[in-house]
């Protein structure tokens, strides 16, 4: 069984920043890769930014140049820093895990970017 706990979501001012941080535990093979992806309302899920246990990144076009994701696998956490908030990334942000060809998720954590 694999848990992940979020934290760091919240209300900031477009242009602000914000941390999101994801922390796993359980059966968690050292081959993974963990990530975050993002839903807003009446809108699909959508990849955000994904890190591979070897550290290779990738990120959603709408995001390149603002967020940068970060792992520590002696902790099983991932961190996304997110800088220069827009409104259109409010969303609810979700941790994600593969691990063992299986995925798990976090519970969401609200991002909301407004004046």
């Known amino acids: 069984q694999v848990q992940l706990v979020e934290s760091g979501g919240g209300l900031v001012q477009p242009g602000g920043s914000l941390r999101l941080s994801c922390a796993a535990s359980g059966s968690i093979l050292g081959i993974n890769v963990m990530g975050w992806y993002r839903q807003a309302p009446g809108k699909q899920r959508e990849l955000v930014a994904g890190?591979?246990?070897?550290?290779?990144?990738n990120y959603a076009d709408s995001v390149k140049g603002r967020f940068t994701i970060s792992r520590d696998n002696a902790k099983n956490t991932v961190n996304l820093q997110m800088d220069s908030l827009k409104p259109e990334d409010t969303a609810v942000y979700y941790c994600?895990?593969?691990?063992?060809?299986?995925?798990?998720w976090g519970q969401g954590t609200q991002v909301t970017v407004s004046s």
């Open positions: 890190i591979t246990s070897g550290g290779s990144t």
């Open positions: 994600k895990l593969t691990t063992g060809f299986r995925n798990y």
